[in-house]
């Protein structure tokens, strides 16, 4: 289990609240589909993603992306369990999907440079590191039904 202190628990409620689920998710993901194109093998039903143009102008890129920056601040207010509150959609990523679970750190790397470039100079090396540490907690439950 992560142990959290008042700070962090402060900082990640005070900046999600001010988070846009909607554009920040979905240059979160463009951004991780263009920079490791890879990526794009577990998003072939979304249509053409070969280039960022057209990965920037894909409904399903800017849809899915909102759904995952949603899933994470859901997390939010389940910082001491966040292995159990994501317990299910690890089945499905790991079961169903067949992810690579090295792509949650990928995608959660993305995150905060789009954190970073949304919020500036508030992004301080302090917010980073606590950012830091709630994609890699999300990445390793989101990792914890592999085997």
């Known amino acids: 289990m992560v142990h959290w202190d008042a700070t962090e628990k402060q900082t990640i409620t005070s900046f999600w609240g001010k988070v846009d689920l909607a ?21 072939h039903k ?3 993603l070969s280039t960022i143009s057209a990965i ?16 994470l601040g859901d997390c939010v207010p389940h910082l001491g369990d966040i292995k159990g509150h994501l ?3 690890s089945k499905l990523h790991c079961e169903t999907l067949h992810v690579d679970p090295a792509n949650f750190c990928l995608l959660g790397k ?11 100079v508030t992004f301080t090396p ?8 709630l994609v890699t907690t999300v990445a ?8």
């Open 110 to 120: 993305n995150i905060t440079i789009c954190m970073a470039s949304h919020f500036g």
């Open 87 to 89: 317990a299910q959609l």
């Open 46 to 48: 979304f249509g053409d």
């Open 56 to 71: 920037r102008k894909n409904s399903h890129v800017r849809a899915h992306g909102h759904k995952v920056l949603s899933a």
């Open 23 to 43: 554009a920040d998710g979905e240059h979160s993901l463009q951004r991780l589909l263009y920079v490791y194109p890879w990526c794009r093998r577990y998003f």
């Open 126 to 133: 302090e917010v980073q590191a606590t950012f830091e540490k």
């Open 140 to 147: 390793a439950a989101l990792s914890s039904e592999y085997h």
